[in-house]
């Protein structure tokens, strides 16, 4: 049988996350004080929770818990847009779902590229949240106008990756030691540069209008600005990281803490007064930089349309409340309108709130005609089958705009009256975001088919 002469997409990006890792932590020196402190948490999460060991075990999820990683970064054009979408393609992955931050005060809207298929995902499951900049939020039309000559006479990506790009397009694939090169060249894309390209006063003028437009706007290159491990318990992390001194948010964004985890939660640490450099001439040689920080988050079950509207009414009952001279701190106004969201595996799952990856157990592969005969809940209910969450994927724009806000400084609390524009994203873009909804039905339709055909085949 012949060998693909390509390296697997798969495996380019597992080498692609494990060089991010280490220029973020070269640059962040942090970050590795992060990666150790999870690690800790997890350890101590896993010993003391052996049915969540053996779930995750089960689901793959296990094996790439120590090598899960989100990034972000933020474009300021269409076409470096267009390209990252290439450049991440060469990696296999995807444009999943559209964020629209605008409404919460981010003048961005973002997409998430990550691998779509339950095999990749176990393989590494890297993802990069990906936002682009909406110039027509600029309310300053000169000062606009200048934004958009800057970033137009830019060029973000080196030429070797451009053209490894477009070789991975026309062969089908990558070498290894082209692999290798792409990586190295790619990498460049997402590094931090401290000199800024503009003067120290349009990098003033470009703060006071967005502290993210600026940091869009104002570098040779978007630079990654965090790099997230996932932990098994939040509020454990979140604990370990004040006990250790690190400057926490105080609140973990997302859902109230759950014996059954949905979604997303995520807390990060304060982001790094970086010292950045003018160009040679100007009245101010060097200033201060406010935008990579240090993130931590926890994943749990993915949730079905009918779930994510269950969860985006109960928050935001929360969040009115919150702005509506109630006592109690938000953690606990959260926790109260969470309570009538269902905190065990059994109803989320009977009542159509999440999804779930269905598999047999050792009597199930011993009785096969048993399965057979039962239905789903039936054979649950028999030990013949198990029903484990599908872990969610993505992320909240609520949560993401939280973070951003908490970490650009200056406490700006910005109101935008723009709508959602997916098809401007997607016209930018240069194609269409998948579904996240569809991919975790695909995973939980093909965990059932394959318990059909076993039964079946027996």
């Not at 969040?319 to 509506?324: F, K, L, P, S, T």
């Not at 065990?344 to 009597?363: I, P, Q």
Request: aromatic letters at 8%.
């Amino acid at each position: 049988m012949a060998t693909s002469p390509h390296l697997h997409p798969d495996e380019i990006r597992h080498l692609f996350a494990q060089a991010m890792s280490r220029m973020y932590r070269d640059e962040v020196p942090l970050y590795g004080a992060l990666m150790e402190l999870v690690a800790e948490v997890n350890a101590a999460t896993l010993a003391g929770d052996p049915a969540l060991a053996a779930r995750l075990q089960r689901s793959d999820a296990l094996d790439r818990l120590d090598a899960e990683r989100h990034g972000a970064i933020r474009v300021g054009t269409p076409r470096e847009l267009a390209t990252l979408r290439r450049l991440f393609a060469v990696m296999g992955m995807q444009p999943v779902g559209y964020y629209d931050l605008a409404v919460a005060g981010v003048p961005v809207h973002a997409t998430a590229f990550r691998p779509v298929d339950a095999a990749a995902l176990a393989r590494n499951p890297f993802r990069v949240f990906t936002s682009l900049l909406r110039l027509e939020l600029i309310e300053d039309a000169a000062l606009r106008e200048e934004a958009a000559a800057i970033l137009d006479a830019r060029e973000i990506f080196t030429p070797r990756a451009l053209a490894l790009i477009e070789h991975f397009e026309q062969a089908g694939g990558l070498s290894a030691d082209d692999a290798a090169e792409f990586v190295a060249q790619a990498l460049e894309t997402f590094r931090w540069h401290s000199e800024a390209t503009v003067s120290h006063a349009t990098y003033q003028a470009l703060l006071s209008a967005h502290r993210l437009i600026a940091d869009v706007v104002c570098f040779r290159g978007p630079h990654i600005n965090h790099l997230t491990p996932r932990t098994l318990d939040i509020d454990a992390a979140q604990d370990a990281m004040q006990a250790r001194g690190i400057d926490a948010k105080a609140v973990i964004e997302g859902p109230p803490r759950r014996r059954c985890p949905i979604l997303l939660r995520q807390t990060s640490f304060k982001a790094l007064q970086e010292p950045v450099l003018f160009p040679a001439g100007d009245s101010a040689d060097a200033g201060t930089h406010t935008a990579r920080f240090g993130e931590i988050e926890q994943r749990g079950l993915a949730l079905t349309p009918k779930g994510r509207a269950l969860y985006d009414t109960l928050l935001a009952r929360a969040r009115e409340a919150d702005g509506a001279g109630s006592t109690g701190d938000y953690a606990s106004r959260l926790a109260a309108a969470f309570a009538e969201f269902p905190d065990d595996d059994d109803t989320l799952r009977r009542e159509g709130l999440g999804y779930y990856r269905y598999a047999l157990t050792d009597a199930g592969r011993a009785d096969p005609s048993a399965v057979s005969r039962s239905d789903v809940d039936t054979a649950i209910a028999a030990g013949l089958v198990t029903a484990d969450p599908v872990v969610y994927e993505d992320f909240l724009p609520v949560s993401a705009a939280g973070i951003f806000q908490s970490n650009l400084g200056g406490g700006e609390q910005r109101a935008y009256a723009a709508q959602a524009n997916r098809d401007a994203f997607e016209a930018a873009l240069g194609a269409q975001v998948h579904d996240e909804f569809a991919i975790y039905a695909r995973i939980e339709h093909a965990s059932l088919a394959a318990i059909g055909h076993a039964a079946e085949t027996h």
